[in-house]
């Protein structure tokens, strides 16, 4: 018997195997290109996340018993003050913050207390640029019944949490004022004000 291989034969092995590397180069720069595109996809869905959290500004805010808001975080846009500790964490007394004029903001206001919410309970009220805190704080002393806002003022009001006892978190997203300046934030709750419950918020 002869070991010869029929030239015929040996030319469909050589087709079959140049077939086969064909298909196997065309299969690898596929998965290339799908992987390339998936990088692609994903370095857009970060630019796309990240332009959507551009601008946007949130804090949690806390009113303690000392009668002043209070935060856990430094950031750029804060402006805190002195370092305290409360039962165990670490806080900075919250004076002011800053955004620019449409800016979105969010404020998260928690109250940590160990009296009741009628004895003592918090909210963050923010006033228009030409409102006189104190007057405003005044007038609202009485208003109970309207969670100490005064409702012959409610017009100076750009917008308010309502208040928040022991434990309790209310979140509000608004915009920063169009008009560049000072807007005064406050606890209205009685005696609060008084005591340097407030904050400035600067619109630039």
């Not at 370095?43 to 209070?70: A, F, H, P, W």
Request: glycine share 8%; hydrophobic share 35%.
């Amino acid at each position: 018997m002869s070991n010869k291989i029929p030239s015929a034969m040996k030319t469909l092995n050589i087709s079959s195997i140049l077939l086969l590397i064909a298909m196997l180069i065309a299969a690898g720069c596929s998965g290339g290109g799908d992987q390339a595109n998936n990088e692609s996809q994903s370095s857009t869905s970060s630019s796309e996340s990240e332009t959507m959290n551009d601008g946007t500004r949130s804090v949690d805010v806390i009113g303690i018993d000392k009668l002043m808001y209070v935060v856990a975080e430094q950031k750029d846009w804060l402006d805190t003050g002195k370092e305290m500790t409360l039962k165990g964490n670490t806080y900075y007394v919250l004076n002011g913050m800053s955004a620019t004029a449409g800016q979105e903001l969010t404020v998260n206001l928690k109250t940590i207390s160990n009296l009741p919410p009628q004895s003592m309970s918090h909210n963050w009220l923010l006033l228009m640029m030409d409102s006189d805190a104190k007057a405003f704080n005044d007038a609202s002393i009485q208003a109970k019944d309207n969670d100490y806002i005064s409702p012959d003022m409610e017009d100076q009001v750009i917008i308010d949490t309502g208040l928040v006892g022991d434990g309790e978190t209310q979140s509000i997203t608004f915009n920063a004022p169009d008009e560049q300046g000072a807007y005064d934030y406050i606890c209205t709750f009685p005696g609060h004000f008084t005591a340097g419950m407030k904050g400035t918020l600067t619109v630039k």
